[in-house]
């Protein structure tokens, strides 16, 4: 029968790819319009707001906030005492960069920074290693290992003072086995910054030690039974197949390690004060050597910013290295 030309339900066109895309956007769109979603919306900023509110606040009061008056103190000539401080401009970046013992004072820095940071690594890697292969008493060691890592800075320092003491210190026994006698590590220029910088290393060594452990137990065993069916064992499994898969651990301790080393104190407050004269100073103790016995906060200031600047290129540095790294691979 005919349908006098009218056209059914059936013969309408068939929607295209654009025109569905068209109606899927136009009803998102009246959804993020509708005064419930917009609502629902306020409601989670604000709680987001409120939950990061905190620890938002305590960064910006205990972090941002010093660091930015830091800086402005080092444009300033002031001793603590007077009320107004004097605005100086440069006059303290110029002063440090026309000090021959701020060089000194820097070379120390990466000095003791670099031996302790790469001591610490290539010690964490060694032991942790050794202790995924279960030795004996295994717990023990972990703990053991770990142990200098809970220990205050003080107390490392008043401990290694006494094993490096040449009268009667573990120093002097070692020593006297070959028939050497023992240096006067604290209080000598020639050994001060390696008394300092073997003590930070023991310290951090345990908790280095204990990263390297966790992340070689995490490490695809798969990977390592096919390496050893191809032969590999030993240094070159570790060479080849461990130090790649652990270059994220790593350089997380090194970022990490570089951080803490530059801002170390207290050890060298407990074994050497930064003597004998500068020998084993470092840009940390340096500042508070200007601020709390020279009073000359703008000096001091000017040191810190300089550590933070450093630090802050030495992480950038990391940063982008590793990132081409990860791109490499």
Same mark, same amino acid.
């Given at each position: 029968?005919?349908?006098?030309g009218?056209?059914?339900?059936?013969?309408?066109?068939?929607?295209?790819?654009?025109h569905?895309?068209?109606?899927?956007?136009?009803?998102?769109?009246?959804r993020?319009?509708?005064?419930? &979603? &917009?609502?629902?919306?306020?409601?989670?900023?604000?709680?987001?707001?409120?939950?990061?509110?905190? %620890?938002?606040?305590?960064?910006?009061?205990?972090?941002?906030?010093?660091?930015?008056? %830091?800086?402005?103190?080092?444009?300033m000539?002031?001793?603590?005492?007077?009320?107004?401080?004097?605005?100086?401009?440069?006059?303290?970046?110029?002063d440090?960069? @026309?000090?021959g013992?701020?060089?000194?004072?820097?070379? %120390?820095?990466?000095?003791?920074?670099?031996?302790?940071?790469?001591?610490?690594?290539?010690?964490?890697?060694a032991?942790?290693s050794?202790?995924?292969?279960?030795?004996?008493l @295994?717990?023990?060691?972990? @703990?053991?290992?770990?142990?200098?890592h809970?220990?205050?800075?003080?107390?490392?320092?008043i401990?290694?003072?006494?094993?490096?003491?040449? %009268?009667?210190?573990?120093?002097?026994?070692?020593?006297?086995?070959?028939?050497?006698?023992?240096?006067d590590?604290?209080?000598?220029?020639d050994?001060?910054?390696?008394?300092?910088?073997?003590a930070?290393?023991?310290?951090?060594?345990?908790?280095?030690?204990?990263?390297?452990?966790?992340?070689?137990?995490?490490?695809?065993r798969?990977?390592?039974?096919?390496?050893a069916?191809?032969?590999?064992?030993?240094w070159?499994?570790?060479?080849?197949?461990?130090?790649?898969?652990?270059?994220p651990?790593?350089?997380?301790?090194?970022?990490t390690?570089?951080?803490?080393?530059?801002?170390?104190?207290d050890?060298?407050?407990?074994?050497?004060?930064g003597?004998?004269?500068?020998?084993?100073t470092?840009?940390?103790?340096?500042?508070?050597?200007?601020?709390?016995?020279?009073?000359d906060?703008?000096?001091?200031?000017?040191?810190?910013?300089?550590?933070?600047?450093?630090?802050?290129?030495?992480?950038?540095?990391?940063? &982008?290295?590793?990132?081409?790294?990860?791109?490499?691979?």
């Amino acid at each position: 029968m005919s349908t006098g030309g009218r056209t059914g339900p059936q013969d309408a066109p068939e929607p295209t790819d654009d025109h569905r895309r068209e109606a899927l956007t136009a009803r998102a769109a009246a959804r993020r319009r509708s005064p419930q &979603r &917009r609502r629902r919306t306020r409601r989670s900023a604000l709680l987001f707001l409120a939950l990061i509110a905190p %620890n938002l606040l305590a960064i910006l009061v205990f972090s941002y906030y010093p660091a930015l008056y %830091n800086i402005g103190l080092s444009f300033m000539d002031w001793d603590f005492v007077d009320p107004d401080p004097e605005f100086v401009g440069l006059e303290n970046y110029a002063d440090l960069a @026309t000090d021959g013992e701020f060089a000194q004072i820097l070379l %120390n820095t990466l000095l003791f920074t670099t031996l302790s940071v790469l001591g610490s690594i290539a010690g964490g890697l060694a032991l942790g290693s050794l202790l995924a292969t279960k030795v004996p008493l @295994t717990g023990f060691a972990q @703990t053991m290992a770990f142990a200098p890592h809970m220990l205050p800075g003080a107390a490392v320092g008043i401990l290694w003072l006494f094993m490096f003491d040449p %009268n009667y210190g573990l120093s002097r026994w070692l020593f006297s086995q070959v028939g050497l006698a023992s240096p006067d590590w604290t209080t000598t220029s020639d050994w001060s910054l390696w008394a300092i910088t073997i003590a930070y290393t023991w310290q951090r060594l345990g908790f280095v030690t204990v990263i390297c452990y966790t992340a070689i137990l995490d490490l695809p065993r798969d990977v390592y039974e096919a390496a050893a069916l191809d032969g590999a064992a030993g240094w070159s499994l570790f060479r080849h197949m461990t130090l790649p898969l652990l270059r994220p651990i790593t350089f997380f301790l090194s970022v990490t390690g570089i951080i803490s080393a530059a801002q170390s104190f207290d050890i060298i407050s407990i074994m050497t004060s930064g003597g004998p004269g500068i020998s084993s100073t470092t840009l940390s103790w340096m500042v508070y050597e200007e601020a709390f016995k020279n009073f000359d906060i703008g000096r001091a200031s000017a040191a810190a910013t300089v550590l933070l600047v450093i630090l802050l290129a030495i992480t950038w540095v990391q940063v &982008r290295y590793s990132q081409k790294q990860g791109d490499a691979a």
